[in-house]
């Protein structure tokens, strides 16, 4: 089955950029869908289709996605970002998600 | 704006079942799939299976498959999500989702997201 994977914390600064891999075999010929998971929340939706945002997400949210890698970046990371992120694609009839990826900011 | 609204907290006991539901505002309950995911306590999210309330038409994660059975209600908006032969293994948050299959590409397969998330709804079970 196919499989994402995802470090399992990534730490920045604030007012830096934060970027968040995430790896699967020829990961470029999927679309990635990007989550941010607050504490006790929901997840919401932040990235899809590799590089869209939905209404209401900000401009420092952006993803690319080549090779095997999606990458979430997070430019001018501010403290409220500080969060799960989780990477998603379709394969098969179903839903893969990565393992998670705790931002600390 | 589409919202998800998901049944209250469940305590079971192991060997039990739980059956979770997830109404839907608005009109467009038909129009897209209805997705489940759990979460346990300081874990990731595990895609548990979706259904298309307009074809009925299901998948569920092999994981699951046998011990999970996913229905809807489409004259109330509403999908059901029910877990039998329950363990201490199953507490968790357990969300419904709305599956977009937006399109499919030569180059990428399927565009498939999850756009709107209820609220979860907390299962707990234990003896």
């Known amino acids: 089955s196919y499989e994402l994977t995802q470090p399992p914390s990534v730490s920045v600064s604030p007012g830096q950029t934060a970027s968040i891999p995430c790896s699967g075999d020829?990961?470029?010929?999927?679309?990635a869908n990007w989550f941010q998971q607050q504490p006790g929340q929901s997840p919401v939706l932040v990235i899809y289709?590799?590089?869209k945002r939905p209404s209401g997400i900000p401009e420092r949210f952006s993803g690319s996605n080549s090779g095997n890698t999606a990458t979430l970046t997070i430019s001018g990371t501010q403290a409220m970002d500080e969060a799960d992120y989780y990477c998603?694609?379709?394969?098969?009839?179903?839903?893969?998600f990565g393992g998670g990826t705790k931002v600390t900011v | 704006q589409v919202q998800l609204v998901q049944s209250g907290a469940e305590v079971k006991k192991p060997g039990a079942s739980v059956k979770v539901s997830c109404k839907a505002s608005?009109?467009?309950?038909?129009?897209?799939?209805i997705n489940w995911v759990r979460q346990a306590t300081g874990q990731g999210l595990e895609w548990m299976g979706w259904?298309?309330?307009?074809?009925?038409?299901?998948g569920y994660a092999q994981k699951f498959q046998g011990r999970v059975t996913m229905t809807t209600n489409t004259s109330i908006s509403t999908g059901y999500m029910e877990v039998s032969s329950l363990t201490s293994e199953d507490t968790a948050v357990y969300y419904c989702?709305?599956?977009?299959?937006?399109?499919?590409?030569?180059?990428?397969?399927?565009?498939?997201?999850?756009?709107?998330w209820g609220q979860g709804t907390t299962v707990i079970v234990s003896s």
């Open positions: 998603q694609a379709w394969d098969s009839s179903t839903v893969i």
């Open positions: 289709e590799d590089t």
């Open positions: 608005g009109n467009t309950f038909t129009n897209y799939d």
């Open positions: 020829k990961l470029g010929l999927k679309y």
């Open positions: 989702a709305r599956g977009i299959s937006a399109y499919y590409s030569p180059g990428k397969g399927w565009l498939y997201f999850l756009d709107v």
């Open positions: 259904i298309n309330p307009n074809s009925g038409n299901r």
